[in-house]
């Protein structure tokens, strides 16, 4: 007799979101800036380089499985999702499930750092409104980013949540791939899969986390790989929360997912959630001021040096129109070759209109999210005119080709300065190779990002520092103004001793 294939479902909305943006995020950024793939066209991911893609790799390899595409839709950090943007996505990828009749099981990939208008917690509210439609047998799986905010509703929605491994993220196809391999075995009734979770009131930035050097992230993400490794333990993952949303329920994490054994879920994940306040300290930052970071920079003979402005991070969300760093240039009085970057797309339409070789003023920066600083008025000469479209050599969205909208370089002393119309998540320096600017021949070069910049300018940095100039996305959580988050919560309250973890299981009602 012939086997029945299982029906797996797969679905995907992936944005990690900011609360200190004046902006929301719309259904046109998620096709601007990533996907937007319902049904069958879901399937246009294989062969890429995401977590959908590794899961369709996955099942297509375990044959004799039956896969109900549901919704995938990524995009770049952004504000909060509108509410229409938010229950677009969640009602075709609901509908869509509930089409498809009785399934196995379901994979969902998310962020686990989205927020939507009137919902704090969309990955929960998802994964709850899943398990309706597919009752209280069927396996749930979650994947997420190591940055992802876990919440108890997550948590007792699903039978395994796993997050990325790697920061930077150059693992997302294989997290898409173990996730799902997690999945067929309990589709396949070998393993039954119970969360334990510790939840760690720490809110820390991403700059000292990279998995690549010695950090103390990389510290834990070690012992919880190591964890793997035991009998029974199926999942460990750590989730370092350095999300720019200000939600009651936030905080870092550790998962770990046993065969059936929810105490010693518990029991593992506390272990790795006391080791991970013992190094709260080791995650904090030196910032410098403009003025400061060239002072040193000059010290350092060659270039190029890096100039961080990690607050416009425009993969954390930011709009990525601050013009602090100009401004501290042109202030310190800089001689020698800058690369910089801005969106501001009145300036980058200005420039094309006049045309290569035109000198003229402009109104640089905060023109998209004024609430962070003031514009630069200064003269310039436009030295070339591009559609802003490039290619991505890495990451999460290695081989895709993005656009910066119309973009310009604009010359101001020796400060050679991207102006584009649209922000774009920041991987290597793709952005200024398509405009013919080549960082290792600058002095100081101007970088949006706070640790993909280690792989990007690896082989050509002689330097590297994180300037204090404001922004939505600081290298110090001290810098914002959370207002809903649940206190104490370290670095915004100063030290305390007992940090109270919170447990949170996937079986019990209680907790
Ligand atoms: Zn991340």
Redesign the pocket.
């Known amino acids: 007799m012939q086997k029945r294939k299982l029906r797996i479902a797969v679905g995907q909305i992936s944005s990690?979101s900011n609360h200190f943006v004046s902006f929301h995020c719309e259904l046109d950024f998620f096709r601007n800036t990533g996907y937007l793939l319902e049904g069958d066209d879901l399937f246009k991911l294989r062969g890429a380089g995401n977590e959908v893609a590794g899961i369709l790799n996955c099942l297509d390899a375990a044959g004799g499985v039956e896969i109900i595409p549901l919704l995938a839709a990524r995009a770049n950090s952004s504000g909060t999702l509108s509410e229409e943007c938010y229950s677009y996505l969640k009602n075709h990828l609901l509908a869509q499930l509930a089409g498809a009749g009785a399934v196995d099981s379901v994979i969902l990939s998310h962020?686990g750092s989205m927020t939507a208008v009137g919902e704090d917690d969309p990955e929960g509210d998802i994964a709850s409104a899943v398990r309706q439609v597919i009752g209280p047998h069927t396996p749930l799986i979650m994947t997420l980013?190591?940055?992802g905010n876990i919440t108890r509703r997550m948590v007792k929605s699903t039978n395994a949540i796993l997050g990325?491994e790697h920061?930077p993220?150059d693992d997302v196809f294989t997290t898409g791939e173990r996730g799902c391999r997690l999945l067929l075995k309990a589709a396949r009734g070998e393993v039954r899969p119970v969360i334990g979770h510790a939840k760690v009131p720490m809110l820390l930035t991403?700059f000292n986390a990279s998995t690549y050097w010695n950090s103390p992230f990389a510290q834990m993400m070690d012992q919880a790989k190591c964890l793997e490794r035991c009998p029974g333990i199926l999942s460990a993952s750590i989730f370092m929360v350095g999300s720019y949303i200000d939600i009651p329920d936030l905080g870092c994490s550790s998962l770990v997912v046993t065969d059936g054994d929810v105490d010693r879920a518990l029991e593992e994940a506390g272990i790795l959630a006391e080791r991970y306040w013992m190094l709260r300290h080791e995650f904090q930052v030196e910032t410098l001021s403009v003025q400061e970071a060239v002072k040193r920079g000059r010290e350092i003979p060659g270039g190029p040096i890096l100039l961080l402005d990690t607050a416009d991070t425009t993969g954390g969300g930011a709009a990525g129109d601050g013009i602090g760093l100009v401004k501290g240039l042109l202030e310190t009085g800089v001689t020698e070759t800058c690369l910089a970057m801005v969106v501001d797309p009145d300036a980058a339409q200005a420039c094309a209109r006049a045309g290569v070789g035109s000198t003229l003023c402009l109104r640089l920066g905060h023109g998209v999210d004024p609430r962070w600083g003031r514009p630069l008025e200064v003269a310039g000469r436009v030295t070339r005119i591009s559609d802003g479209r490039f290619t991505y050599t890495g990451g999460i969205l290695g081989g895709a080709s993005a656009t910066m909208g119309t973009s310009a370089v604009f010359e101001v002393n020796g400060i050679r300065l991207l102006v584009s119309t649209y922000p774009t998540y920041d991987w290597a320096d793709e952005q200024y190779r398509s405009v013919g600017l080549a960082p290792e021949a600058a002095k100081f070069v101007g970088v949006k990002n706070m640790m993909n910049f280690r792989i990007a300018y690896r082989d050509i940095m002689k330097g590297f520092f994180v300037l204090n100039v404001p922004g939505p996305t600081p290298p110090d959580m001290r810098m914002l103004q959370f207002q809903r988050v649940n206190r104490p919560l370290f670095p915004l309250d100063s030290d305390f001793d007992e940090p109270g973890i919170i447990l949170t299981d996937s079986e019990s009602q209680q907790n």
């Open positions: 990690e962020h980013d190591c940055h990325y920061y993220h991403g």
